[in-house]
DNA sequence: CATTGATACATGATATATCAAAAAGGGAGC
DNA sequence: GCTCCCTTTTTGATATATCATGTATCAATG
């Protein structure tokens, strides 16, 4: 969880902003859902202006939207808004996975296991959200050691935007696998240092999952009008 | 200028932060200098808050940089960062060009043209700002046909990022032209509908003109350590 | 003359106050 | 019971006040 951690020493907005962008990405938060920086700040504790702070940071993040002058609130994704955060994603996943390979070890690749069990354990338990925290830090274990660091920055900003998403995904179809997982794939061409192995399973993983999004969102669009 | 005109009916932040975001991309600031809240507040006619506001945002975009607690000032790359920059921007920006080809159309070409002679006739006059300005212009009026929002404003904020640095290239050694301007190759890509060598065409012109600053940041690095 | 420490000052961070616009609620009229 | 209009309330936006911390200055001391 690293980039969430470092909650200290850092200014008010700033911890705010984390704090929120974590919730964000472990689908704590529902499209939609309205939030208002008042209630917000009693709720922190704080004043008013760290929490406009952070929040006019997601909403430029595409993580929160902002009717013109009105409220604030969980941005609702159309399906082509996700279909173009995906083709995003396909271009610059399986770039950071290839520049990470050369920085992987063996010890690498066993904590990648480890959170691996973790996440089939939590699905299998149906905690879906240990299990989407376990995909997230699986994913970015590895996009972190990529050493590109704005690169990591813009696709947590992709994140954020999709995990809302997710709440209402788990209850619909959610990760149907029809094989083995995709990231046994990741971690088998991580061991063999097979870079377009590498790339070719991330594109497939994205994919795999992206089709319960499309589905979901396909059979919600009609109405998603407003 | 699009993306920078809708200067109305905006949040006074939102419309800062718009100022300061186009001030950076053209180049009329220098890395490392210091930017004062309430110096810029004074000079806006504004108070402090939605000054504050934009900084923070410039702050996450990476063009600009905080000193912890303390100063804000113009974001300095380093060559790694830069190269960084670079290496995110020749994933996305083809692609941008690609799917952007489908809505081009003869007019579109004809007005690109006319941004491109406006550009050399600004090179030749030595009018750098309006060089740098026909050049954005000529890029993001291909990534607009996109119709990938999201991917124009990740490529925006790079943009903002590498803006600055230009001040420093123009008297360096700037756009060396061993052949034919690479637009020209962009051009005739547009023409023929051919997406390969689209996208290699800028590539070509991405490295190109990144080649000034690779040595410009080069010359420079020793003393960039703090 | 150099060094150190205390004080004044500048600046970003946060809190609070004020404003304007939008939403929500309620009552009068049909 | 429904609709329209007015009032009240809520809320985001902006301005101002306060706080904390870093920086600079300068004098006293060795």
Redesign the pocket.
């Given at each position: 969880m690293q980039a969430f951690t470092d909650i200290q020493s850092k200014?008010?907005?700033a911890q705010i902003y984390s704090q929120l962008r974590y919730q964000l990405m472990a689908a704590r938060m529902q499209p939609g859902v309205?939030?208002?920086?008042?209630?917000l700040a009693q709720s922190l504790g704080?004043?008013?202006?760290?929490v406009?702070e952070a929040l006019?940071q997601l909403v430029r993040d595409g993580a929160l939207e902002?009717?013109p002058?009105?409220?604030?609130r969980v941005r609702r994704l159309t399906l082509n808004e996700y279909l173009e955060t995906r083709e995003i994603r396909l271009m610059l996943e399986p770039h950071a996975a290839v520049k990470a390979l050369p920085h992987v070890d063996k010890a690498f690749i066993e904590q990648l296991e480890k959170v691996h069990e973790t996440l089939i354990r939590a699905e299998a338990d149906k905690d879906y959200p240990a299990a989407l925290l376990a995909n997230y830090e699986f994913h970015f274990l590895i996009y972190r050691r990529s050493g590109m660091p704005q690169l990591i920055e813009i696709l947590e900003r992709l994140w954020i935007q999709i995990g809302p998403l997710l709440n209402y995904l788990y209850p619909f179809g959610h990760p149907s696998y029809d094989g083995p997982h995709q990231h046994l794939h990741i971690l088998e061409a991580l061991r063999k240092r097979d870079a377009e192995a590498l790339a070719e399973a991330f594109r497939a993983d994205l994919i795999e999952g992206g089709r319960a999004f499309v589905r979901y969102l396909e059979s919600i669009e009609p109405e998603a009008t407003q």
């Open positions: 200014s008010l907005s309205r939030l208002k920086i008042r209630e704080t004043s008013e202006t760290p406009r006019l902002m009717k002058g009105y409220y604030i």
